[in-house]
């Protein structure tokens, strides 16, 4: 085993003694609305359970052109099937190959 190597394992070993867990940084969007007196209210479940833990705040008003761009047009997506035959019929044969 070479020196580096050597030396690398001897670091790894020291900071094992003194480890920090790093726990999955959670990133969350949501929209919400600030109160008449100026106060934003959160109120986010986690999967964290009594950590201390750093919290970043970026406000960013959202003007009405996008909450307008917001609404998706599926349209080019979207079509209609024509079915023939028996749908609950098909619908159990289906469940039946299981």
Known sequence: MNTSVKELLSTVKQLSHSCIITLAMEVLKLTTKIDESGYLNL??????????????????????????????????LAGQLTWQGDAVGMQRNLRDEW
């Open 43 to 76: 109120n986010i479940p986690t999967q964290l359970v009594a950590v201390e833990v750093n919290v970043v705040v970026v406000l960013n008003p959202v003007s009405s052109e996008e909450k307008q761009q917001l609404s998706y047009d599926f349209s080019d």
